[in-house]
């Protein structure tokens, strides 16, 4: 009765909703000040919004105050008047909703003054957005508004010192990527030492590209690894997987997410090996190997999910278009990706701790966040994250042109018309900006318009470096850019790039910016995101998709798509059936990534619970006596012998280096057997049985014992390390923690999750109706 209900008052109360009624009375008492805070001096300007600090409630009048002085603090620092939707933005921010606003109407603006008025209240704000440039380039760019309002602001990066994410995150803002914040709680609940630390407790979190962080990056939970021994990559068995062909050696999926070795190209792989025989117990590591080379070969492509620059692998964030630095794929996948590129296997290492996007964004207290395309995934801002959306009007109503998609029957044709598209238009003068979906994509395309006499400046994940200033000059008379992922690239691109004004009008009488998406991307936000690149501010602009029934996402989501006339010399297709197999594909796609999202939540969600159980124990053996306590009664003996050589203080810290090593040493044991049992969960569907309730049945049994497993390790440590005035030799016994950590890119169980087994089932299905139908 309850899900009814609450399904029945979601229907009433729609989340895209928000009333902003109320905050439109309070923009004239905003305005009415704005001629009594011109008076003040910098020096009184801040004295007066740090007087908020002192307030004991902040109603409207408080409210209408910090928007007031932010308003002429932006005014000062920026010399800019922030717009009354920009007000409205911050408002609704600092109501704890998720605010939609266009591209270009000023949403790191309205952050700003957001954060501002949650540090004014006293709340340390964490301000995440989508990559460390974005962090760094908006605290920075935000920081003389800050200073005017007496509020501090620090920034962290995958390159910042422990020394100065600790003064970031002591500041009363602190802007990062939700990655690196991320990754900084999982280190900080490793240490052994509180003074190691570099964070604090939460409690606000503003989101910046709240769709992309909230649900494309919750795809992926934030995994710590430690090193341990040399990767044993196997340069043999990469050599053998090299020489396999498909079809023949070897099988893919249709969603290019499995492949597997056929009977012939088994009995080809094992004579290679000397005649081993793989699927025996014996040889299971070997298995390992193969499968690991076989995905490496087959599935993982060289300039789309990775690149190879100064020896080393360096995967690409696909929903960022960015090299992810200091990432890599689970051990057996990594090494094998190496030993295909003829690389010097790196290190390996263990899964230290994890955590999902949805567990990390739950510690606050509050959240909030903006984008310029919130609605579409309003419900599932609900049902994740309990968010509701506050769409802003535009300053200026938009005038962009969106085309309908231009479709085509194969990729060569498709391209071919691109290139002629933006050769025609390049001509006139009229900038163009090019959506590409990976780095093969846009260098390819940036090699046909070189042919076609067309030079263009290409930004991906090779020269992300220079994105703000490629991204700046975009909108520039006779500019060609080719772009990788251009949602997140934070960047605006004004008409006449930074040049004079006369050049914004030479541009805008051509038509403003052109945007050119050379395929649609897995969500038709993502879509809305690189048109919304054109057509800032009541600017003209105007943006085409073109798409191909031979698009990877149509072969792969609507395999049997067919074109519903005959293409005209061109290849190009014009009937509706041709449209509704490319929109099936995208639609089919952002349900698979839903559940994707779903996914990692199920599973999840125990394991960030059994954590915080015993994050609360390792919080209390770091900050308290109790470690010495327990293995004074757990060994006495040990205890008191000791006791009278050492120093009380120098036995107590070892008491808590031996407990904290066996608290991180099994939890990262218990991960490595959840796992497992993650990787063999969906057999038991066969036997009928539900998937998650296995896993919780398996785990929470094993969950149980962790406790008195850790009592019995740290014992027997106790009873045998030695320990003197400097401490517990726990090397000596083969107890050594980590030398370095980096993280892992991965996807929740990327090769098998219970959505895809549906979709193929379904495919099965369908295929064997029509054959049947076309017999």
Request: hydrophobic share 40%; glycine share 8%.
């Amino acid at each position: 009765m309850r899900r009814v209900k609450g399904r029945f008052s979601r229907f009433l109360d729609r989340p895209a909703t928000v009333d902003l009624s109320r905050y439109q009375e309070l923009l004239k008492s905003i305005e009415w000040r704005e001629a009594k805070l011109e008076k003040l001096s910098d020096a009184e300007l801040t004295e007066a919004a740090t007087g908020l600090r002192d307030e004991d409630s902040f109603g409207e009048k408080e409210l209408a105050e910090l928007c007031a002085l932010g308003r002429e603090a932006a005014r000062r620092a920026l010399d800019e008047r922030p717009y009354d939707v920009q007000l409205l933005g911050a408002m609704e921010l600092l109501a704890g909703h998720v605010v939609q606003m266009a591209t270009g109407e000023g949403k790191t603006l309205a952050g700003a003054l957001a954060a501002a008025g949650y540090a004014i209240q006293g709340r340390p704000v964490h301000v995440m957005s989508v990559n460390d440039y974005l962090a760094r380039r908006d605290a920075e760019w935000m920081g003389p508004v800050y200073e005017l309002l007496g509020v501090s602001v620090g920034w962290v990066s995958q390159i910042s010192t422990q020394e100065e994410r600790r003064a970031a995150y002591a500041a009363d803002v602190t802007y990062g990527s939700v990655s690196e914040i991320g990754f900084d709680l999982l280190r900080d609940r490793l240490c052994t030492d509180v003074g190691d630390m570099v964070g604090r407790e939460p409690d606000v979190v503003l989101v910046d590209e709240a769709d992309s962080v909230l649900i494309d990056e919750a795809k992926v939970p934030l995994v710590l690894a430690g090193s341990s021994d040399d990767a044993q990559s196997d340069p043999e068995v990469a050599k053998i997987v090299r020489a396999l062909r498909p079809g023949a050696h070897y099988e893919r999926d249709e969603d290019g997410r499995n492949a597997w070795l056929t009977a012939r190209g088994s009995k080809i792989v094992e004579k290679a090996l000397g005649g081993v025989d793989l699927y025996s117990g014996e040889h299971s590591d070997r298995l390992a190997a193969v499968n690991a080379a076989l995905h490496a070969h087959a599935l993982l492509e060289r300039d789309v999910d990775y690149i190879v620059r100064d020896g080393k692998v360096h995967l690409i964030n696909s929903s960022r278009g960015r090299i992810a630095l200091r990432q890599r794929w689970p051990d057996g996948l990594q090494a094998a990706v190496e030993a295909k590129e003829r690389l010097r296997p790196t290190e390996s290492g263990e899964v230290l701790d994890s955590i999902s996007v949805q567990g990390l964004i739950s510690r606050y207290e509050t959240v909030c966040g903006m984008t310029g395309t919130a609605s579409a995934v309003a419900e599932q801002l609900r049902e994740f994250y309990e968010l509701r959306v506050a769409v802003i009007p535009p300053n200026k109503p938009c005038v962009r042109e969106d085309e309908p998609d231009r479709l085509y029957d194969s990729v060569e044709n498709k391209e071919k018309a691109i290139v002629a598209e933006i050769a025609a238009t390049h001509a006139t003068g009229r900038p163009i900006l090019i959506g590409t979906r990976d780095v093969a994509e846009s260098e390819r395309l940036a090699k046909m318009l070189a042919e076609a006499d067309v030079q263009c400046v290409v930004l991906n994940a090779k020269n992300d470096a220079q994105e703000a200033a490629i991204v700046a000059e975009a909108g520039a008379h006779g500019a060609v850019t080719v772009s990788t992922q251009m949602a997140g690239r934070g960047t605006d691109i004004r008409l006449g790039g930074t040049s004079s004004s006369e050049d914004h009008d030479k541009v805008a009488d051509l038509g403003g910016l052109l945007v050119i998406g050379t395929g649609r991307y897995q969500s038709s936000r993502l879509d809305d995101q690189l048109r919304g690149r054109s057509g800032r501010q009541g600017d003209p602009g105007g943006s085409v998709m073109f798409a191909s029934l031979a698009d990877d996402q149509v072969i792969q989501y609507a395999p049997d798509a067919t074109a519903g006339e005959e293409p005209d010399d061109e290849g190009r297709l014009t009937d509706p059936t041709t449209q509704r197999f490319i929109d099936h594909a995208q639609k089919v796609s952002e349900g698979l990534q839903l559940e994707i999202h779903r996914n990692t939540w199920r599973y999840t969600r125990l394991i960030e619970h059994q954590r915080k159980v015993l994050l609360e124990h390792r919080n209390e053996l770091l900050t308290t006596d109790l470690a010495a306590t327990e293995l004074a009664a757990l060994g006495p003996d040990r205890w008191s012998a000791l006791s009278d050589e050492i120093d009380e203080d120098v036995l107590a810290a070892a008491a808590r280096q031996i407990m904290l090593y066996h608290v991180d040493e099994r939890w990262t044991e218990h991960l490595a057997f959840l796992a497992d049992v993650r990787e063999t969960i969906h057999l038991r569907a066969l036997a009928k049985e539900t998937p998650i309730d296995e896993f919780h049945r398996t785990a929470i049994p094993v969950f149980k014992k962790i406790a008195d497993e850790i009592a019995a390790q740290a014992t027997k440590t106790f009873k045998s390390v030695e320990i003197t005035a400097s401490g517990a030799d726990l090397e000596s016994e083969g107890l050594r923690r980590p030398s370095a950590t980096w993280t892992y890119m991965i996807h929740d169980n990327p090769f098998d999750t219970d959505a895809e087994q549906a979709l193929q089932r379904v495919r099965a299905m369908v295929k064997k109706v029509r054959g049947g139908a076309r017999r």
